[in-house]
């Protein structure tokens, strides 16, 4: 493997950030099957349109998604699917460690 530009590491340190927000992450997951208004978007979630905002600006800001107006609607969907693969094999590996930490605890 080629050695990583420190610059990449920034980048990777600063989208991780952005998806260590549980509501962030339900985020993504309402844009799974694509783009979404936030008038839809915001119920899915669980939260106002106004921390909603909040929410995706802050994976704006990191590349992870995008916006378009239409009217006074505005419609956000996931940049670069790959980031599901990402998400996904996280939370594979939690669950697998949720699963082990369940049978050490039926083992005491």
């Known amino acids: 493997m080629p050695p990583v530009d420190d610059q990449v590491y920034e980048l990777h340190a600063t989208v991780c950030r952005a998806l260590a927000h549980p509501a962030r992450l339900k985020v993504l997951d309402c844009l799974r099957e694509g783009e979404e208004c936030v ?3 915001a119920p899915q979630v669980g939260v106002t349109e106004a921390h909603l905002s909040q929410l ?3 994976l704006r800001r990191v590349g992870v ?3 378009r107006r239409d009217g006074h609607q505005i419609f956000y969907r996931v940049r670069d699917d790959r980031i599901f693969g990402v998400i996904d094999g996280m939370r594979a590996m939690l669950a697998d460690q949720l699963s082990g930490a369940e049978c050490l605890a039926l083992q005491v």
């Open 39 to 41: 008038c839809r978007l």
């Open 56 to 58: 995706l600006a802050v």
């Open 65 to 67: 998604v995008q916006s």
